[in-house]
């Protein structure tokens, strides 16, 4: 359906069914993409930029966790300050049991 309204899917679909109907054709393709991934492998540059980018999703994942977490924390002094409930701060904020009594320890030295 989509391939009827986007030449750019139908063209590929097209290529796709005359790759699986022509044995030939799909050994040359099968062919070219093994020799591509096999430079990619052997190539330094390439395997160092694969490994920069790969570090840098990581990195980007790692810091939205982190982030998460210091808001949660940030939220739960709050709610506390404002009197509410370790039950009630648990249930908003899903922190554990040690750092809702770390922060209550905290609020408490303030």
Do not use: C, W
Not at 4 to 14: E, F
Not at 48 to 73: D, L, T, V
């Amino acid at each position: 359906m989509l391939s009827k309204k986007n030449h750019g899917i139908k063209a590929a679909y097209d290529e796709l069914e005359a790759l699986n109907n022509d044995e030939e054709r799909r050994a040359i393709y099968e062919a070219r993409e093994k020799a591509i991934m096999d430079y990619n492998v052997q190539n330094p540059i390439a395997r160092e930029e694969r490994a920069r980018s790969e570090g840098k999703k990581e990195g980007k994942i790692e810091g939205k966790i982190e982030g998460r977490k210091e808001e949660k924390i940030e939220i739960a002094k709050k709610l506390l300050r404002l009197g509410a409930t370790i039950e009630t701060v648990k249930f908003a904020t899903d922190l554990d049991d040690l750092e809702l009594k770390n922060l209550v320890k905290e609020i408490n030295k303030q």
